[in-house]
C-alpha cells in the first residue's frame, strides 16, 4: 500500500497514518511517499495543462473545460511548482483528477497487488445526474485512489443549525466575516482545514480505501464504525473519532485478514 502524500497539511501526520495501517494490517507492506506530480516525466507546462482539464467549469453543468485558459494553465503551473499555494475555490472532476494521477503513478505497480492512495488539497466532485449538480466528495475509491483534504471539510454537510444561521444573518444584511464568526460559534462539530484531528479522522478513509481493494465496497451501514459512508460532519466526527472503531461485522473481518 503506497500513501501519496500532502505536504501542505501540516495537521496530517503520514507517519502515525502509517504506523496505524502497520498496526492494523501487519501482513500489508505500506510505504510512504512524495506527491505524484514530483515524478511526472511530461514538462510542467503539459502537466499543468492536464489539470487544468479536469477543472469543474460550474457545478451544475458536466461541460468538460476542454481548451482550458492561459491562466488557468498558469495557475497549476504554480500549484506543481509550490505546493502549498492555496486551492480555495476550484474545484476539479474526480475522475478525471484519478486518471492523471494513474498516469503518474511507476508503471510496474499498476498491478492490483498495489493499492495507491494519493492525498491532495485539491477539492474534487463527482458529477450527479439525479441531482443534475457536482457533489464535492471526501474519497473517490477508484484507481488509484484519492482522499482531498479539502474534501473532508466541504463535502460532508455542517450542522443544519449552521445554515439556518447562515441564512439569518444574510437576510439581516450581515456579510462582513460571517463565516469567520459561524465556524467560531459552531467550532468541534465540524472538521475544518487543517483541523487537528485530521490524521484520526483520515484513518477511517484510509480503512475504507483498504475495504474496496479488498472487498469492492468501502461502507458500513453502521453509524459508529469508521466505514460509514458519512453525509453529514456530525457523522464524520461520531463514525471516526469516537469509540468503537468498527462495527462488530468489520472488527472480525479486520482481525481474519
Ligand atoms: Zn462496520
Known sequence: ?????????????????????????????ITTRRPPEANHELGTERLAEKFARTKVKSVE???KNSNP???????EEGLIENPSKDVSGVMYDGHLLSRIYHRLLPEEETDASHLHIIFTKRLFGTWEEKGGRYHARVTLYSYPTLISTSGIVEGPAKP???????????????TGGTIERLKEKFKGRFIDYDDE???????????????????SNPFCEKECCRLYNAHWQEEVI???LEPPEFCEKHSNILEEL
Not at 497539511?9 to 507492506?29: C, G, Q
Not at 485558459?69 to 495557475?75: C, D, Q, S, T
Not at 441564512?167 to 444584511?173: E, H, I, N, V
Open 1 to 29: 500500500m503506497h500513501i501519496y502524500r500532502e505536504p501542505s497539511v501540516t495537521n496530517l501526520d503520514f507517519d502515525e497514518l502509517a504506523s496505524y495501517l502497520e498496526e492494523k494490517i501487519p501482513f500489508v507492506e
Open 61 to 63: 453543468s458536466p461541460e
Open 69 to 75: 485558459l492561459y491562466g488557468e494553465i498558469k495557475y
Open 160 to 174: 443544519k443549525e449552521f445554515y439556518r444561521e447562515k441564512r439569518r444573518l444574510a437576510s439581516l444584511g450581515e
Open 197 to 215: 484531528r485530521l490524521t484520526e479522522v483520515m484513518k477511517g478513509y484510509v480503512m475504507q480505501a483498504l475495504f474496496y481493494h479488498l472487498r
Open 238 to 240: 461520531r463514525a471516526q
